[in-house]
């Protein structure tokens, strides 16, 4: 096979194959299998020297292009397109026809690449199971925009300081009723900083997607700076695209005006999971404890924070806790949707280990740490705990207590009809506008809007 046919746009099966079938048509018209194998070679070799456009794409090389993986549009022959497409970059680049086969000799590899860029944003937009995880998408369009302005590999992604002012303004393109709060670096990075397929591998939700943005940055990595200039930016218009199509009108949760809705509400949340990863049941428990600990006697930490929030931030030792100097007193509230386990029990009281002895050395500033009692209770909507197993790690008084939604609630009810105005405004403060807050996630919203209407 002659050597310069290896510039064909073909693999070299596809190109061993054309060849096979191209020396077979020229061996039926009378020559040997040497004299069609020169023949291939000198006609190509012409045709690629040759610069008059009057000089056609050799008729006999036609057998091994239509061996070829690729198809062009419209029904186009392939040696026919292939003809156009070394036409065209001749002229647009003033290359020679050798010059504009050495660059097509790529193609399929570049298609290779085009399909792999594909499927990876179709398994993004559109994934086989579930719907779009807006934070891989957040990240791609970080990236994108980085390689539009340096040439640095793409999966390397800590570079540029993902956590910064101009990092949080690309993430914010995504409006709060399609994205997540909190930076989607940070919450699917935590110690990587290198977007790997073993990154990928280890995600327990999410997977198929993350293997795609795995291929996707991989892909843009293989590439020179010209293209990883183009090729993002055409990322970045479909990213926006899909932001303008699925961006889902605002959904507001309007302020309470009628208790027994208040009630109705907070009874739906206490008879089943709100299916919102524990967002709406903190919020419940919010406007309980808040109505349990007037604060006329009690101070609160945690009350309306986010439920992923960080309890040593503020000290806290539970989602939120309530304290009462002149009794001495501190009771911590610790939200769960679902079923509490042991699993769960010991993860709280180990993080509490690390937060207590602030509140201790705050406490003994105050009085002898023996006159005070610490009371943290669990909210949860079914006990599977064994909680006699476990002791408060305290060095005062303390007292470990597990309580459905429906007990914590029948226990306030009482409050609640003796000041319905108060306890409105609690609810609204401290359940309406924080689910109604431009953070919250549009299926939260959805889910809080059907339990008012239920």
Sequence with gaps: ???SLSTLPLSPSELQSGVENAVAALMERGLSEEESKLKLGYDWDF??????????????????????GWSPPGGQGRATCYASLISKITGRFT??????????????????????????????????????FIPYLQILLYICTVDHFFDHPPEFI??????????????????PELAPGGNPMLNNFKAVNRITMD????????????????????GLSSLAYSPRVQIPSMIRNAII??????????????????????????????????????VIEQRVVDFLAAIDHPDTDWRSRGLGDPVNASNASSKKLGDCDFQNIPARQCVALEAHAGRLTDVYVREHLRTLRLNLPSRLEEWSRISELSEWRLSLRFLVHEDASS????????????????LTYMDYYDT???QIERDPERALALFNRWVVTTLDANNTPVTTKEIARRLFNA
Excluded at 158 to 175: D, M, R
Excluded at 199 to 212: F, L
């Design 241 to 278: 695209r899909f932001i303008e199509i699925n961006t889902p009108t605002r959904i507001v949760i309007e302020a309470q005006t009628d208790i027994e809705a208040c009630k109705r509400f907070v009874q739906g949340v206490a008879a089943n999971q709100s299916g919102t990863r524990g």
């Design 158 to 175: 800590y570079t540029f300081k993902p956590s910064g002012e101009v990092a949080n303004l690309i993430f914010g393109v995504f409006p």
């Design 1 to 3: 096979m002659p050597n």
């Design 387 to 402: 909680r006699e197993r476990f002791s408060l790690p305290v060095g005062i008084t303390g007292s470990l207590e597990v």
């Design 412 to 414: 306030v009810l009482p």
């Design 199 to 218: 990154w990928a591998e280890s995600r327990p939700d999410n997977r198929e997607q993350a293997r795609a943005l795995v291929e996707i940055v991989e």
């Design 47 to 68: 045709w690629l020297d040759d610069s008059s456009s009057s000089y056609r794409f050799p008729v006999d090389l036609g057998p091994i292009l239509e061996r070829a």
């Design 95 to 132: 290359r020679t026809r050798r010059d504009s086969a050495i660059v097509l000799s790529q193609l399929p590899l570049i298609l290779q690449l085009a399909q792999k860029f594909r499927d990876g944003i179709n398994r993004l937009f559109q994934p086989n199971a579930g719907t779009p």
